[in-house]
């Protein structure tokens, strides 16, 4: 006997920027805040439909350890975890009358468990370890130089910065020459290995001059529909890049990262390292608060 299709009904929803506290400045990301009995394909499907990087649907807890359960969908495909969602999210339950049941806000999604600290407004997830570290082979690094379209010479550093996503991290001399680049599609293609996440992505950092509101500027691009794409502002990358960075004495236990700086965003990523702890945080506001028919 065939199944009657499900009603749709009104359900609460958020759109809320990420990495910001200026509306429209960060990373946008879709919050259903009751994602019961909506079926895998119907999340999947309003995905696609916001024209967003992701969208969030929020669940009941399986795990009487978690506050929520959260399913992470980008176009296409789910994710396991993501680090804009996983502080938007926080941030529309919380706003929505979320209680957590200690000091840290426990979220449950594919990778598990992930804790989430808050500082007034502000939260900040614990970065999760790397699955790939080290340096790079010079025949990488040659090949992400011309698709930068920068002389080798110009990477001082670089290194993987695996935490899921399958990041490359490469250290430019200056801000100003990771603003200035123009990457070439054609080129970074090759960069795909066929890994969980979005592929062949490079993730580009530079360090600001001393008197900028922050220590580095950061740029994602990774293989789109139409050739390259660029990420406003990316919780993974800057977690991986935060491990890599501290990790090898290039930068501090507590630093800011700009990002989205070349897309007109003002996005803003905070890292602190506690004890064998990173953590990544950044600012959230509501921009779209209502309810959507699903």
Request: hydrophobic share 40%.
């Amino acid at each position: 006997m065939k199944r009657a299709p499900r009603q749709a009904r009104d359900r609460l929803f958020k759109q809320v920027d990420v990495f910001t506290a200026i509306p429209y400045r960060g990373n946008p990301l879709a919050v259903v805040l009751d994602g019961t009995d909506l079926s895998t394909e119907e999340m999947q499907h309003f995905t696609n439909w916001t024209n967003l990087s992701e969208a969030t649907f929020v669940l009941p807890p399986t795990d009487a350890a978690a506050d929520y359960r959260v399913r992470i969908f980008c176009p296409g495909r789910e994710l396991p975890f993501a680090g804009h969602p996983t502080l938007g999210t926080c941030h529309a339950w919380l706003q929505a009358g979320g209680q957590p049941k200690s000091e840290f806000v426990v979220q449950e999604c594919g990778v598990g468990l992930v804790q989430i600290q808050r500082d007034g407004d502000r939260l900040a997830f614990a970065a999760p370890p790397l699955i790939k570290s080290g340096p790079m082979t010079e025949s990488d690094i040659a090949l992400i130089a011309r698709g930068l379209g920068v002389e080798r010479s110009d990477i001082v550093h670089h290194a993987w910065c695996d935490n899921g996503p399958n990041w490359r991290g490469v250290m430019l001399r200056s801000a100003e020459q990771v603003l200035a680049l123009r990457p070439d599609a054609a080129i970074l293609a090759g960069l795909d290995i066929g890994v969980v996440g979005p592929r062949g992505k490079v993730g580009v950092v530079g360090a600001q001059s001393v008197d900028h509101d922050t220590s580095f500027e950061v740029r994602a691009f990774f293989p789109g529909n139409n050739g390259m794409a660029e990420d406003p502002v990316t919780g993974s990358l800057n977690a991986a890049l935060a491990q890599w960075l501290i990790g090898a004495g290039l930068a501090p236990e507590r630093y800011v990262a700009a990002q989205g700086t070349a897309l007109q965003r003002a996005g803003r990523v905070y890292i602190e390292r506690d004890g064998d702890r990173i953590w990544v945080g950044g600012d959230v506001v509501t921009c779209v608060d209502g309810s959507v028919l699903l």
